[in-house]
């Protein structure tokens, strides 16, 4: 991967100019800013978007090592999130019987 040869981006370059697209679009930003009460962070897409472009153009070493640092960041951004439930290994002792029948009195 240091010389650069026979190496392709993550993503085609549509890919992150899809990605910037979306991330300045207004429903995004409305959706962003309702979830996590903050404006989307939308200029690593644009930086990704113009490294991809820098690489296929000249095939750039930096824009090559930008590119492998900003995907290697979104992965462990995305490993950071646990999973909220943990999976069952087996079936609660009692899953075969009726539930309970809530009676009005």
Do not use: T
């Not at 190496?7 to 995004?28: D, G, I, T, V």
């Not at 824009?63 to 439930?85: D, G, M, N, T």
């Amino acid at each position: 991967m240091a010389d650069g040869s026979g190496w392709q981006p993550p993503r085609p370059c549509e890919a992150y100019r899809a990605e910037w697209k979306l991330c300045r679009s207004a429903r995004h930003f409305l959706h962003h800013y309702y979830v996590h009460g903050e404006r989307p962070a939308c200029e690593q897409w644009q930086r990704d978007l113009a490294s991809c472009r820098d690489w296929e153009e000249r095939r750039n070493a930096e824009a090559q090592q930008s590119l492998c640092e900003s995907e290697r960041a979104r992965v462990r951004a995305a490993r950071k999130h646990i999973l909220v439930w943990a999976p069952r290994q087996s079936p609660p002792p009692d899953w075969h019987l009726p539930l309970p029948q809530e009676k009005d009195e």
